[in-house]
Nanobody, 115 residues
Framework: QRQLVESGGGLVQPGGSLRLSCAAS????????MAWYRQAPGKERELVAS???????NYADSVKGRFTISRDNANYMVYLQMNSLKPEDTAVYYC?????????WGQGTQVTVSS
């Protein structure tokens, strides 16, 4: 059974940092493109960052220079380091695994940036 489980969300003040983790199981992790998406209330889900099989990364303009995506193929993990957080980063963050037409999602973790 393919499963993605996110953790690390929470409440943080503006300017703070959080590290999200996503644990994958039931798939050949190294063969999947991994990504983080987010969805704020009343908005569509949007791509935050992705990392290819070879380690190439891609970021939404709104998070460039503040967020870093990384993967650990040995332990089936993907991370999102979020620095200099802003209130507009508040959203539910989802982990996504993609290979061809196959796409799997985690249940999401809430990130709230507020003073």
């Amino acid at each position: 059974q393919r499963q993605l489980v996110e953790s690390g969300g929470g409440l943080v003040q503006p300017g703070g940092s959080l590290r999200l983790s996503c644990a994958a199981s039931g798939l050949i992790f190294r063969m999947y493109v991994m990504a983080w998406y987010r969805q704020a209330p009343g908005k569509e889900r949007e791509l935050v960052a992705s990392i290819s099989i070879g380690g190439s990364t891609n970021y939404a303009d709104s998070v460039k220079g503040r967020f870093t995506i990384s993967r650990d193929n040995a332990n089936y993990m993907v991370y999102l380091q979020m620095n200099s957080l802003k209130p507009e980063d508040t959203a539910v963050y989802y982990c996504n695994a993609i290979r061809g037409l196959n796409s799997y999602w985690g249940q999401g973790t809430q990130v709230t940036v507020s003073s």
